[in-house]
């Protein structure tokens, strides 16, 4: 991944857990934390490919930050509080916390399955609820910030996206309800909703990577995003350069939800 993150100088020395951080967005705000010099735990499903994506950006840490990776699955509570436990442990602090993970399916309306619909929430909105839950104590005193990852799909209608926008619209009216609960302890919850980011969940709906010329004409900014473009947009909500934004959801789409 190359890619020269945004400088938000208040971030060094701070911790910051990151969920699904194995590949694509995730991989990004890994990357993105620790060239601002921030220790990161590392969390996803996928416990050899975190391991490796940790180990990869190794050399990319400023500062003296760290990464550690751990193999954790975002719908079980406790596997969120084993890794603010051991952000805990490790850095003696915990600063921000970013729910990242996610899963991406399409099918009707008339067909999703039971299955699919509850995977869909337990890991959007169960896992983004279990992530503050745990986060929250962790931070103490201090207080902190926390990132949802949304998506665009929690405003616009596309068919065969049911279940997924519906999880990912529970995303965002939850962060509303987390800000103004978490707010008189000094902790600020925010969203990002990306809209077509490159990663390996885009590319699975194509087959391809990137997106037909048609679907990229109709953004206003011409081209499908980074997944440092989203990660940069995090840092902002995670520094002090946000301290008065909370509940908030910031869209990050090229534009591409006023067509
Ligand atoms: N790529 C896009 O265009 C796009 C657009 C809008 C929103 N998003 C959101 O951004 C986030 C990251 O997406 P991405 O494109 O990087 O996806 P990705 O598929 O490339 O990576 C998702 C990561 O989450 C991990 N994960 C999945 N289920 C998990 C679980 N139960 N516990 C722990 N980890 C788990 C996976 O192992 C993987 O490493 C997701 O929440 C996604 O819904 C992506």
Redesign the pocket.
């Known amino acids: 991944m190359t890619y020269e993150p945004a400088a938000f100088a208040d971030l060094k020395g701070r911790t910051v857990a990151v969920?699904?951080?194995?590949?694509?967005?995730?991989?990004?705000h890994v990357l993105a934390l620790v060239r601002n010099g921030v220790n990161v735990l590392a969390?996803?499903?996928?416990e050899s490919?975190?391991g490796a994506t940790a180990e990869r950006l190794g050399e990319q840490c400023r500062h003296g930050a760290t990464i550690v990776p751990m193999s954790?699955?975002?719908?079980r509570a406790k596997?969120h509080h084993a890794l603010a436990e051991r952000a805990f442990q490790r850095f003696g602090t915990l600063d921000g916390w970013i729910?990242?993970?996610?899963?991406?399916g399409l099918n009707g309306v008339l067909e999703t399955s039971g299955a699919e619909f509850t995977r869909m929430h337990?890991?959007?909105v169960l896992?983004a609820s279990f992530g503050v839950q745990a986060a929250v104590p962790a931070m103490g005193a201090s207080g902190g910030a926390i990132v949802n990852?949304?998506?665009?799909?929690a405003y616009v209608v596309r068919a065969r996206s049911g279940a997924?926008s519906a999880s990912?619209a529970a995303v965002e009216h939850l962060t509303k309800f987390q800000a103004v609960e978490l707010g008189p302890r000094g902790i600020r919850v925010n969203a990002v909703?990306?809209?077509?980011?490159?990663?390996?969940?885009?590319s699975?709906l194509t087959g391809e990577p990137g997106m037909p010329q048609s679907a990229v004409e109709a953004v206003p900014l011409r081209r499908?995003?980074t997944?440092g473009e989203?990660s940069d947009t995090v840092l902002f909500l995670l520094s002090d350069a946000s301290r008065f934004v909370t509940g908030h959801t910031l869209v990050v789409d090229g534009g591409g939800r006023h067509r």
Do not use: Q
Request: aromatic residues 4%; glycine residues 16%.
């Open positions: 969920t699904g951080a194995a590949r694509g967005i995730g991989e990004a969390g996803d499903l996928d490919a975190v954790m699955d975002v719908t596997d729910n990242n993970a996610g899963v991406y337990e890991v959007h896992g990852v949304a998506s665009i799909a997924y990912k909703a990306p809209g077509m980011i490159d990663t390996g969940m885009l699975s499908i995003g997944p989203v």
